[in-house]
């Protein structure tokens, strides 16, 4: 079995070491995958637009009806202490909400306690390898469930799409439903087509991430034209440049798509000059946020 780390983590109320922490096995996460998580990252210490990952995971709980068990300030609170425990200064943090514990009944229990899980972990960013040379993503059918927009910790369609791309040596897998993009297995993506920043626009079939706003917001910092609108597999097969957004890969480049290279002339197959500057533009919203 994997050793697991002995970092301090949170539990419905209390503070544990992370390879002792223990649920119930008919908590209706661990029976239906009936919850919703958070990820959030953490720069020196800073947590990195908090309040945007409250206002999501606000949403995805209304969504599958879980009240939320903690305003914004003590959910903030939990996470300094976590924070403040852990050693390194560059975290992730991870929250999770479920339904809580009841005798397994897909109907939705009435007045059982959400159980609460937090921890956090190092910050393992892109390498200065993958952010020179660009990384490379396969391609798939989305054959995941309908409702993409909730952060549910249902991830197993997730998982196998994944995998796809991990089976080939691949960062990412990019999904396409009904011939159009919806998002990477764990990412969102972004298109750029004659100098404009491009994305899918905001339906059940994807999850907001926190970049979308943040992506945008840079763009326009940048005088770069930006456009949520539906976008074909045979757009982003020609796109100009790729790149994925996430918490853990910030703004990140793709180079190959299905062993063919990204985007044309003398930077076919190379980081392009927009992701240049979203890049940068990133790294100083991350600094004026933790000076």
Known sequence: MQDLPDTLCYLNGDYTPLNLAKVSVLDRGFLFGDGIYEVVPVYARSVFRFDAHMARLDRSLAKVRIANPHTAAEWLARCRKLIDAHPADNQLLYLQVTRGVALRDHVMPAGIEPTVFMMTSALKPP???????????????????????????????????????????????????????????????????????????????LLEGIRFELIRELCEEEGIAFNLRPISEGEVVAADELMLSSATKEVLPVTTLDGESVGHGALRGKPGPVYARLYAAYQRAKAAQCA
Do not use: Y
């Not at 995998?163 to 897998?173: I, N, R, Y």
């Open 127 to 205: 390498s200065a390898e993958q952010r020179h040379r660009g990384v490379a993503c396969t391609t798939a059918r989305d054959f995941r469930w309908e409702r993409g927009d909730i952060k549910s910790i249902s991830l197993l369609g997730n998982v196998l799409a994944r995998q796809m791309s991990a089976d080939h040596g691949a960062a990412e897998t990019i999904l396409f439903r009904d011939g159009f993009l919806t998002e990477a297995a764990s990412c969102n993506v972004w298109v750029v087509h004659e100098g404009a920043v491009l994305g899918p626009p905001t339906s059940e079939h």
